[in-house]
């Protein structure tokens, strides 16, 4: 018998609270490094590489690099397909089967799901190839450990011929304590796990049958997406119009013939603090500890320390995690309400509550170390070979410290290499850009200085991550002295308004 082709497809949605201060809007709990310094993205595609190495990802517009990163860093291939809005599971599901062929099988899987066993994974899920290719949705179901009020539940009905499957009576909502006891005594019941194998025509002709506006959104979204190397972004217009619906409402609490597969290695959803505490090993006391974390005579404490010591002393039934802006101290008992505190800090204004102080790009990163009402310093990694687009400010001036490596940069179209501790400086209004021509991280400390340091106030002219779009030419003096500055061929595209105070860029020297 010939081996079937499984094409994994990996979600990865997410807002990113229930792990604050680790995961947050910018950089929700799958891209966080969180298990032996990787993201749970990672280890993810890693598991799933073993079943194919064109890996689809869909995820947000804004977590495009983030993704991109970690399919590198992963080691596989696939494109990444870019929603403009979140629409939830069956809108992701509908558009990953109708760009695949009506025979594939289509692995669905969250990207932040923690499954050691990456074998038994894969064994697991070629169980459930005869089902799916009979034209079942294949479910799997998690053998449970312990009474969870933090999952669903899957009543198991009766086996295949082949023993290898079990059809699906009923699916259960997340149970109150009692229930979940009487579930696992019960003994028939296993954990939603949330990951499906099923042909793409199967999927489709469900969609159509339970839920067609949102199977005709998404087609609709497909028919007008756009191709940008490995990323294909789905059509606003027509997406923003679908419903948000996750694939169990929308069809698996309706459609007769599912099937699930038993999974009886460790699985956890890294729902909760509690849960992350769980991947690290407990001392006599019942205390974890990740990264610089230390306790002393306390008990049930898990300490979360990647960047300093952090040192619990005579706790008992603790959560600490400590980030360089944000600490969170809450008792084991209410990690469930950590989301509250989100929604607190973000009714105050506060930038920690989706913001880290790190932020992602696609040439690198930059950490915004200090800030004060006229100033603000960053440190900034690019990547070998990476470049920051062409660009200029209205409102600040910078100064850049080269730190490692060596910096090639550009000022009103004079180039000019910064070595080691060398600098220079960018006046207000000038066309700027910062390269990394060698082969290791270039490291540069950035000073900025001004009347205002929002990081909307930039103007691109030429991007190499498809982050320029085309603006109409005023025709203005102004406009034509910055274009003829920033070179031939430059499209100036501004995310502040143009009535800004855009002054001429002055000879001056580095």
């Not at 407990?282 to 990264?291: F, K, Q, V």
């Not at 106030?457 to 991550?465: E, G, P």
Request: with cysteine.
């Amino acid at each position: 018998m010939t081996t079937s082709i499984i094409h994994p497809v990996v979600l990865c949605g997410g807002s990113g609270t229930r792990l604050w201060p680790l995961s947050r809007k910018a950089l929700p709990k799958q891209f966080a490094p969180l298990v032996g310094g990787k993201s749970l993205l990672q280890l993810t595609l890693e598991r799933l590489r073993g079943l194919h190495g064109e890996i689809t990802c869909i995820a947000a517009e804004e977590h495009r690099f983030l993704v991109r990163e970690t399919v590198d860093a992963a080691r596989v291939g696939g494109c990444q397909i870019l929603e403009p809005v979140g629409r939830n599971t069956a809108a992701a599901m509908a558009v990953a089967a109708l760009q695949a062929g009506a025979d594939e099988l289509l692995l669905f899987a969250p990207a932040d799901h923690h499954i050691p066993d990456a074998e038994l994974f894969a064994h697991t899920v070629r169980a459930g190839v005869e089902a799916a290719r009979a034209g079942r949705i294949v479910t799997f179901g998690v053998a449970p450990t312990f009474a969870s009020t933090a999952y669903g539940y899957i009543e198991v009905g009766t086996a295949s011929a082949d023993g290898r499957s079990h059809a699906v009576a009923r699916f259960l909502e997340k149970p109150q304590a009692e229930v979940a006891a009487a579930l696992l005594a019960h003994g028939g019941f296993c954990w939603n796990a949330g990951i499906f194998l099923v042909r793409a025509g199967t999927l489709v002709a469900a969609l159509r049958a339970h839920a067609p506006d949102v199977l005709l959104a998404c087609e609709r979204a497909l028919a007008t997406s756009s191709i940008d190397g490995s990323f294909r972004r789905l059509g606003a217009e027509a997406f923003q119009a679908c419903r948000s619906e996750s694939i169990d409402y929308a069809v698996l609490e309706k459609h007769p013939d599912i099937a699930m597969v038993r999974f009886e290695g460790a699985w956890s959803d890294v729902g909760s603090w509690n849960a992350v505490a769980t991947l690290h090993a407990a001392d006599e006391a019942g205390n974890r500890t990740s990264g610089k974390g230390r306790s002393l005579r306390a008990r049930n404490t898990f300490i979360h320390a990647p960047h300093r010591p952090v040192v619990a002393l005579g706790t008992e039934n603790l959560i600490i995690v400590d980030t360089p802006d944000a600490l969170l101290v809450a008792s084991t008992g209410c990690v469930e309400q950590v989301a509250e505190v989100v929604r607190m800090l973000a009714l105050e204004g506060r930038p920690e509550a989706t913001e880290h102080r790190r932020t992602v790009r696609p040439w690198g990163a930059y950490d915004s170390i200090d800030n004060g009402e006229r100033f603000q310093v960053k440190h900034i990694t690019v990547k070998p070979g990476a470049k920051l687009s062409l660009q200029m400010h209205h409102h600040r001036s910078e100064h850049w410290i080269v730190v490692q490596g060596t910096a090639k940069t550009t000022c009103d179209g004079k180039v000019r290499l910064v070595r080691e501790n060398e600098s220079i400086y960018l006046p207000l209004g000038c066309v700027h850009r910062l390269e990394n021509p060698g082969k290791t991280t270039l490291e540069v400390i950035e000073v900025q200085t001004g009347s205002y340091l929002g990081e909307d106030d930039i103007v691109r002219f030429d991007d190499s991550y498809g982050r320029c779009g085309i603006v109409a030419d005023r025709g203005d003096a102004q406009n034509q002295a910055l274009l003829s500055v920033a070179g031939e061929g430059a499209v100036a595209t501004p995310t502040v308004e143009w009535n800004s105070p855009r002054p001429l860029p002055e000879a001056q020297p580095a």
